[in-house]
């Protein structure tokens, strides 16, 4: 059901206040006032409209009731071959499927003619209650016109009807997220002079019962499973297996069945006025904008800030006329893998929806890719030939002209293009064309080697790569020393490897992921309605479709392996499926699968995963051309030589925070930390901390050697206490053994050391404050380090330690616990006779802090943020239970996003910016940093450069995601 605009009452007030000649001045200030949200288009067409003199309440066909608003502006453009009113660049008012329709028209290509219904339609449609400017009835009735001269055929015509279809787009493609209705100005007499005009009785009523089933399911809502079921009663009573196996008798009784169920859902028979399932088909496309699933897609993948999408009425060309017609998508490259190969797939005697909503299997468009799926698939070449030929092969002449038509889109466009395209009686028609969606790897690849191809520069090539996306390329892969058997294979759809348990609903999908648990989505076929579901989800695999169907092209687009079209998984019951086989295996829900993306293999059960090597290749050649581009350092969280050897091989330029806490709970020290902590006296603490010292000393050696000169900052200890206490009472009576006590005398003393907010407790520097001896531990080990790798490596010139002492929130803790690091390290030169290169920073956590930062900055030689604290004091939100409460604050628009992930920029970013600011006016060299998980989130990096930060550091894995936003950061500052 649609939702009452927030502007209707304000909207309708103005009405009345026009009709009554009432003060307008005071109604618009009422909106302002009432309704701060209100576009400044939507402001604009009211004060037209008011200034002319009222409102209109006609302009649509009285079968159509519909309020309308006078404006005088251009909401329809036209597009035909060599002439648009429109061109690319005009995405956000045509949408980009409007845009790239005009711009191919204006390149000649063979574009059937159509208009377009701006987005500024779709937003005022919305924000004012399901109103429509007066002009549009008129500007829509001129484009028809236009479209009857054009193709010499005429709306509504018994025996020579145009026929259209009705497709959203909106300016960032959401594939299959909202609707398209196809052969609409059928009806009962114009079926019958449809079969006349081609000769082709079977065409024209597949046709007409098509219409019917997307015109029931997108205008009115009703189940297109019933639709289904009817098909499907048709094709076992004449027992035949394909839609295009039944002849015109069973589709003309199919019709008659489509239109009982349509009566009998909607109590109203199938409207036979073409005007009429236009404008319902508009306003369906309209609709489709607040739909479940778009908005879902929208949330998902961050899309915000659009008006809505566009509605393009295009003339009809029919794939599905017989055996020299046919449907298809096409990709200038390898979506999956970047490969330098025309890539698609193709139906003969079909329409489109039919190859990506995956109801029938397709075929590949080159002879190349369709023997290589031949052979994947154990098929033999001479069935191949003979059962699934490429169009290549069968329709050679329209290849050819497909084949130009891509080369010239790619450099027109210098990227990837997504197109698709229909041939009717063997002429070839171009019907979209948009920059393909494409996985990580394909990504690099492409954009390196577009660039090494000339088309476009290393700045461009850079641009192109979605950082959020980087994450795909360190899939983990199945352990090679693994022996695999995979029990069936499909289409390797989506690359990387997922394990989880089997569902088969994506309710379900959401459900279990929720509860914690790893799925894996196992359906016929995936819809624009499971997208919630496909999600959250580990892999998905389907039964039917190709690698252009909804499953595969959400699935990359998600960065979530899939294998679809395995024709041995057979699914009964579908939602309510508690097993299916797979190639004669039971498998019920719950099972374990593994599924291997790039190759389309089912495996049962869960295999071990490694990670994969991304040093090499494309992405290797990208991170080194991120260095060339970006002002912002990157270093790494690292805690142990292994974290900082993978970090440095992705580019990192240094360790940006070692905590030292995470050395201690190795169970060869834990006892040791255990014993310090419950010390009761300064000699048991100090004799403890003694066992520390070596272990500390030699991994600060390890991380120093590993990192060869490049920046090391290191934490002193930061956690609350009780984090490393036993909770076990066998764990107790081996720590009272070693320290000579009871266990009620353990006990005593961990409960003495309970604290009601422990992460606003004794810990950090406070503790230090306390037992200043711990530091002094700390730092010791941290300069014999240094002095002991500068002397081994023979470095004249050691890059200085950064020692940081974390929490601080007033100066003065910083004074004193400075100077203890000071003595220490004078001590320690004084020992080994080197002069020891250091610098003592703070960690900013708390918001006093960065409130005094000019007062910090007086004793402080580095500031490092600690943005998962600092983001825990600013707003008020405790980390651990955050989780319970964020998701519907984000629901609700309260936060974009969850502020412990992305840089909360408007509250958090302007505390840290502060603290910079003040900072920097007493030490003007000041080095700054974050170390929080935010900083290997591009957002969040392309802030930290805005705000003239000095480096970001995040764990190893999110390094190339860091490099690259932070050279995309530098470039798009550069081009401003």
Known sequence: MAKTSPLRPATDFLFKTAEEELDVSAAITNLLKNHPDVSADVLISLLEELKAGGISGGGAPESVPRRRLRT??????????????????????????????????????????????????????????????????????????????????????????LLVSVRSGAAISMPGMMDTVLNLGLNDSAVVGLAKLTNNERFAWDSYRRFIQMFGNVVQGIDGGMFEEALTGQKEKKGVKEDTELGAEELKALVAEYKQIYKKAVNHDFPQKPEEQLWDAITAVFGSWNNARAIKYREINEIKGLLGTAVNVQTMVFGNMGDTSATGVCFTRNPSTGQNKFYGEWLCNAQGEDVVAGIRTPQQISKELSQEWAVSMGISEEDRAKKFPSMEEAFPQMYTELVAAKDQLLHHYSDMQDMEFTCEAGKLFMLQTRTGKRTALAAVKIAVDLCHEGLIDKATALSRINAKQLHQLLHPLIDPRIKVKAIAKGLPASPGVAVGKVVFCAAEAEKWHNNGEKVILVRTETSPEDIAGMHVSQGIMTARGGMTSHAAVVARGMGTPCVAGCAELHIKGENDAEECTIAGNKVAKGDFLTLNGNTGEVILGALPLIQPDAESGELKEVLSWCSEYKKLGVRTNADTPKDAKTALSFGAEGIGLCRTEHMFFDPTRITAVREMILADNLDARLKALDKLAPFQKQDFKDLLTITAGKPVTIRLLDPPLHEFLPKETSEMEKLGTNMGLSVEQVKNRIDSLHESNPMLGHRGCRLAITYPEIYDMQARAILEAAAEVAKEAKLRNPTPVEIMIPLVGEVEELRILKKNVVHVADQVQAELGVSIPYRVGTMIEVPRAAFIADKIAEEAEFFSFGTNDLTQMTCGFSRDDAGAFLKDYIKQGIFDKDPFQVLDQEGVGQVIQMAINKGRATRPTLKCGICGEQGGEASSVKFCHAINLSYVSCSPYRIPIALLAAAQAAIEADSH
């Not at 290509?109 to 937003?123: A, E, K, R, S, Y």
């Open 72 to 161: 005088g502006k251009k909401w329809v453009y036209f597009f035909s071959k060599g002439l648009s009113e429109g061109r690319a660049d005009m995405k956000d008012l045509l949408g980009g499927k409007g845009a790239n329709l005009a711009e191919m028209a204006k390149l000649g290509l063979p574009v059937p003619p159509g208009f377009t219904i701006t987005t500024q339609v779709c937003d005022m449609y919305h924000q004012l209650g399901n109103k429509y400017p007066t002009e549009l009835d008129g500007q829509v009735k001129e484009c028809i016109a236009k479209l009857e001269k054009l193709t010499e055929k005429q709306f509504g015509s018994e025996t020579n009807p």
